[in-house]
């Protein structure tokens, strides 16, 4: 490999970019834009759900368990509702996404010490808001019913009530959240999304860069230039590598400082592993790029072959350990996840070299496959 | 406008059309995505996600090897956690959590029946992995639940009340009734969530690369001189997506949604596909302004990716809307997805009709309308 041709190659390609102003702003505009939006709107708390009762009963009673869920940081709460035809209508149009309907005799049954029931509607449109819902309704009823067993408790063996209800509560559950202490969802987000937009952005400026010669016509002087086929791709795709290297650095300013996300790790290591990762990243585009003839086509494919593995199969919503087999195997089959476990290692676990290095291996190992099979598949002279 | 007129314009439409149908039949690989788009990206989207806790991998420890510690780990079951085995050690346990290997540790401590049976308060101890917030979260509420009823259970016994009866406690039941998707089925979500994404790629992709490209090849030159007016030059475009897109549709939902994973379409399929063309066609204007912007494919797709990434981040179909930022959420209102989300939605799983649907399509129209609008503006001014 001749170094000044590859430089020459690579020093033409970096012109293009520059003088391309559009492009070359929107490709670091587009990343760290992507983490601000995400990073800001991509909170999966469940607060503030709307809300409205039902109250057939109208007692002192109900209208304390109603009080429970309107005095709820979970709930919001948007007033009493005649009946539960009324309650149809507004959970159709998105204006409530949940409903409690207090039966009549609620507040007899339970002065007489008797069990009683009350129904809960839960809009299931988006399941995981409806499931977080339902977890919210059960652990306020089962306060509720803490409260009312103590009190019979205390009077039954006139003790205190709250003796009464430590009694109630044999068992106390003593929770440590590891690496994430407050449950913080952009400490939990802010790495990971680190990793899904380098997984989208350079292989989408690489694909892009690669066909544009190939649609314009322009790779007919490559094929008839003494350039090589291995000293042209590592031109082509240095300039890409850069640009998408100083990307993990505004990246990682963005995740530490602007959403203060803990780095707990090597810095130099992780510098390190993001740059292979970048590599085999950049990877992808240029085997789509080997494959396809359009730009279109290149804008397309390498949006469907990045955007889908990197939220799906990566560990971003769903730690791998949870997923079905071939889901698993899928996942162990892409680059994707293995990056998560170096963005997460390093910022919220602060674990280094020695827990990681087989990932970064695999890395490696994927960085060498993309671009061998590219180098392969990328003839100078195509059967046309 | 003579007939002789309106017939020489109608068939000047009808080549256009045809025109652009065949350019888009002739690049294979496109087409093969779009294809791959709408039924593979579709199904492994629905297959391969939840958002719930599912199957969390959990190490117990258990120092005090008691009936009573036997029956409440026994109580953490799937579908919502996994039993992976006994710990020797809490460093075992650490280092497990370390590398990923398990999301939860349990420690029950020596004399825990010993403690319960004697009046004492214990403690079961808990380690959450809390890398994803959302899981930890839902772990820790899930175990909540099973020690705060095992709790009650032991503590009612003891005290010799309720004996069993728990008819004879003022205890409230609460009944959760999910609508409109009762098993809070994610891949009814998932995949409609999915579906709508990819209508929405495509809807802003395909015109605006359609336009840049003929600007980009020169051949906007000849049809501008051509006697084609701005209008039946982007408008055939414009059509010829939108079928293409709707055919998409089609087949991701009678071939991928409904057979395969059940979905119940609720509603008109008449009113969807109309809609969904109606979506198509006003969003295409997006795609046309980003076409006025750019010079070249490459900076369209950087620009594309700039107006489709908030759109699809801002619908609240990923993250729950009410967990927004106040700020966004007055954003999400500008966004035309957010109205297509309730149409779809409420056309498929709530079974909605026409007039239940007025409020979100005619917020449909109105900015689909504006950006269609303005699309054309700035098309007609740059080269009318």
């Keep these: 490999m001749n170094r000044h041709r590859v430089l020459a190659v690579a020093y033409k390609e970096w012109r293009e970019i520059v003088r391309d102003r559009l492009f070359f702003t929107l490709a670091f505009v587009v990343p760290a834009l992507l983490m601000l939006l995400f990073g800001y709107g991509l909170s999966l708390d469940v607060e503030d759900i709307p809300f409205a009762v039902v109250d057939y009963d109208r007692t002192a009673e109900s209208r304390d368990y109603a009080y429970r869920f309107i005095d709820s940081r979970y709930f919001d709460f948007q007033g009493y509702v005649q009946d539960e035809h009324a309650l149809a209508h507004l959970l159709s149009q998105n204006t409530i996404r949940a409903a409690i309907i207090i039966p009549e005799h609620f507040g007899r049954q339970l002065q007489t010490g008797r069990a009683t029931s009350v129904q809960t509607l839960v809009d299931g449109t988006f399941p995981f808001r409806a499931m977080t819902t339902k977890g919210y309704v059960t652990a306020l009823n089962a306060a509720a019913n803490q409260d009312n067993i103590g009190r019979l408790l205390a009077q039954a063996k006139g003790v205190s009530l709250t003796k009464a209800r430590d009694a109630l509560q044999p068992v106390k559950l003593e929770v440590r959240y590891l690496y994430n202490q407050s449950v913080k969802s952009i400490w939990s987000l802010a790495p990971k999304l680190l990793m899904v937009i380098l997984m989208i952005s350079p292989p989408f400026l690489t694909a892009l860069g690669v066909v544009r010669e190939k649609e314009s016509g322009s790779i007919f002087n490559i094929y008839s230039a003494t350039v090589t086929r291995g000293e042209f791709l590592t031109g082509k795709l240095a300039p890409y590598v850069a640009i998408s290297s100083l990307n993990v650095l505004i990246l990682w300013m963005l995740t530490v400082w602007l959403f203060n996300v803990p780095f707990k790790g090597d810095f130099l290591f992780f510098l390190l592993a993001s740059l292979i990762y970048v590599i085999c990243t950049t990877g992808i585009g240029l085997l789509v790029s080997v494959v396809v003839q359009t730009q279109v086509a290149a804008m397309i494919v390498t949006a469907i072959v990045t955007v889908i593995p990197a939220v799906l199969y990566s560990g971003v919503l769903i730690p791998i350990p949870s997923l079905g087999p071939t889901a698993q195997g899928i996942a162990h089959l892409l680059p994707a996840m293995y990056f998560t476990n170096i963005v997460v290692g390093c910022f919220l676990k602060g674990v280094g070299w020695a827990a990681l290095w087989t990932d970064v291996l695999i890395l490696a190992g994927y960085a060498v496959a993309l671009f061998g099979i590219g180098f392969f598949m990328f003839h100078k002279r195509p059967n046309l | ?384």
């Design chain 2, 1 to 384: 406008m003579t007939l002789a007129d309106f017939t020489i314009w109608l068939r000047r439409m009808a080549v256009m059309t045809r025109k652009e149908f065949l350019q888009l039949l002739r690049d294979i690989v496109l087409l093969a995505f779009i294809v791959y788009a709408f039924t593979a990206d579709v199904y492994l989207a629905a297959s391969g996600v939840t958002l719930q806790l599912n199957h969390a991998a959990t190490v117990v420890r258990d120092q005090d090897h008691s009936a009573a510690s036997r029956e409440l780990l026994g109580r953490f079951q799937p579908p919502y956690f996994r039993m992976d085995g006994q710990l020797a050690s809490n460093q075992q346990g650490q280092q497990l959590l370390d590398d990923g290997h398990t999301m939860l540790t349990l420690t029950v401590p020596p004399q825990f029946e010993h403690d319960m049976q004697s009046g004492h308060q214990t403690a079961l101890q808990m380690q959450i992995d809390a890398t994803n917030s959302v899981l930890g979260f839902l772990a820790s509420s899930y175990a909540a639940q099973i020690v705060g009823s095992y709790g009650l259970e032991v503590s009612l016994h003891q005290a010799g009340l309720g004996g069993g009866k728990l008819d004879a406690l003022p205890i409230i039941e609460n009944r959760s009734h999910v609508w409109y998707n009762p098993n809070q089925n994610d891949a009814w979500f998932m995949g409609i969530t999915e579906l709508l994404t990819v209508i929405t790629v495509f809807a802003i992709l395909l015109p605006a690369a359609a336009m840049v490209r003929e600007k980009e090849r020169g051949t906007v030159e000849q049809l501008l001189v051509s006697p084609l007016s701005p209008f039946q030059i982007m408008f055939p475009k414009v059509i010829s997506m939108t079928t293409v897109i709707l055919l998409g549709s089609g087949l991701s939902l009678f071939a991928i949604l409904m057979p395969v994973f059940d979905l119940p379409t609720r509603g008109s399929l008449l009113l969807f596909f109309s809609l969904t063309g109606l979506y198509v066609f006003t969003t295409a204007g997006l795609g046309l302004f980003a076409a006025t912007l750019a010079r070249n494919l490459a900076q369209v797709g950087m620009l594309t990716i700039l107006i489709l990434a908030p759109m699809l981040f801002l619908s609240g179909a990923w993250t729950p809307p009410e967990a927004m930022p106040t700020w966004l959420r007055g954003m999400m209102y500008l966004s035309p997805l957010h109205y297509y989300i309730d149409i779809a939605f409420g056309i498929l799983l709530k079974g909605l009709p026409l007039k239940a649907l007025w409020p979100a399509i005619s917020g449909m129209l109105m900015l689909g309308g504006t950006v269609f609008g303005f699309g054309l503006y700035r098309f007609r001014r740059q080269f009318g």
